[in-house]
């Protein structure tokens, strides 16, 4: 069977230059938009057989030097209170290995604009968005392969509050990775 793919994004700004061959899914903002439309897309296939969701979107880096696209290998759902969940003698699940790279994306529903949040999140992952770990979680539970490609947009700072202003660049750069990698 042919390799086949859905690519997924938050937002159409993010997607913009998705190759018009690709099928595209737009989620919304949020860890429950992302993972209830991928899950509601991933239901209305025949088969899932040769699928893999691609995950493209922005991401804040969350430490100094960081710029440019990445594939992480590694997404944390950050904002789940996962040691108080797994005292309670249940697993949270809030880290999912996707890749084999050394990147770690930590994805909440928290817009992250803060530079004291931003440090505190940089001592366990390396940039942060809000839908990777749900997108990733949906494809994993159907059993679907899943790729996450970030675009670093921001500084996981003030700057983020402009990123209606910086998306273009990101999309471009996602637009080109995906039509020279899939």
Do not use: C
């Not at 509601?40 to 880096?61: F, K």
Request: aromatic content about 4%.
């Amino acid at each position: 069977m042919a390799e086949r793919h859905l690519v997924v994004s938050a937002t159409a700004a993010e997607a913009a230059h998705v190759p018009p061959d690709l099928p595209l899914l737009i989620t919304g903002i949020g860890k429950t938009a992302a993972a209830a439309a991928t899950a509601r897309a991933l239901a209305a296939y025949d088969h899932l057989s040769g699928l893999t969701v691609v995950n493209v979107g922005t991401a804040g880096a969350l430490r100094p030097g960081l710029s440019g696209l990445f594939e992480p290998g590694v997404v944390l759902n950050h904002d789940i209170n996962a040691d108080v969940i797994r005292s309670l003698g249940h697993d949270p699940q809030e880290r999912l290995v996707v890749g084999t790279s050394e990147v770690v994306l930590a994805t909440g529903d928290v817009f992250v604009s803060d530079p004291v949040v931003r440090d505190a999140l940089a001592g366990r992952a390396h940039l942060v968005d809000m839908e990777g770990y749900a997108v990733a979680w949906a494809a994993q539970q159907a059993g679907v392969p899943v790729r996450l490609v970030k675009h670093v947009s921001d500084t996981a700072d003030e700057s983020a509050l402009d990123w209606a202003s910086m998306v273009e660049a990101s999309a471009v750069a996602l637009g080109e990775w995906l039509e020279s990698s899939l």
